[in-house]
């Protein structure tokens, strides 16, 4: 069941459609891949930046930092509610840009499912995050937001998730 499930969640994930959304430090605005699949009964949101190539990040970011915000205006099903969530947007744009990533790092994906928001970023080991993080805080009292960080070198989080993230190289 568990092998049906994951190739399911593969299928479903390689018809990712493109959006653009957010904000982007860079030139060019980012372009997202977004996909809405069930896991554990509860539908799962995925949505990750579409890099040329993350795997050159490699190097330069090793440190895996999650955001985690609780949503406070939720549905049944672990979504937030409509309303609420474009009431989030600025929330996001600013989540989504918090680091440059020429210097400090990138936002590798953003999960939400059973009533929380999850962003991953692989970033620098000299970036001040707390700061960063403790800014968003300041500015966005209504959100509640935790943070983790882990080493991790090899990136296994990326290479490890249930389903492809980033093709490989």
């Not at 069941?1 to 980012?30: D, P, Q, R």
């Not at 805080?137 to 998730?161: A, C, M, P, V």
Request: hydrophobic letters at 35%.
């Amino acid at each position: 069941m568990i092998e049906y499930n994951l190739k399911i969640i593969i299928v479903v994930f390689a018809l990712f459609t493109i959006t653009s959304c957010g904000h982007y430090n860079s030139e060019k605005e980012m372009r997202w891949l977004t996909t809405d699949t069930v896991y554990n009964g509860f539908p799962l949101y995925l949505r990750l930046p579409d890099y040329d190539d993350v795997w050159r990040f490699k190097k330069k970011y090793s440190n895996l930092l999650c955001i985690t915000q609780k949503l406070e205006k939720v549905k049944d099903n672990g979504l937030p509610e409509s309303d609420y969530n474009a009431s989030l947007m600025d929330f996001d744009g600013e989540l989504v840009d918090l680091f440059d990533n020429k210097t400090e790092g990138i936002i590798i994906l953003v999960e939400t499912f059973g009533g929380a928001r999850n962003y991953w970023y692989y970033i620098s080991s000299n970036v001040d995050y707390k700061t960063k993080v403790d800014n968003i805080r300041k500015k966005y009292t209504s959100n509640k937001i935790e943070t983790d960080l882990q080493d991790d070198k090899d990136w296994g989080f990326i290479i490890k998730y249930p389903i492809q993230l980033y093709e490989k190289k």
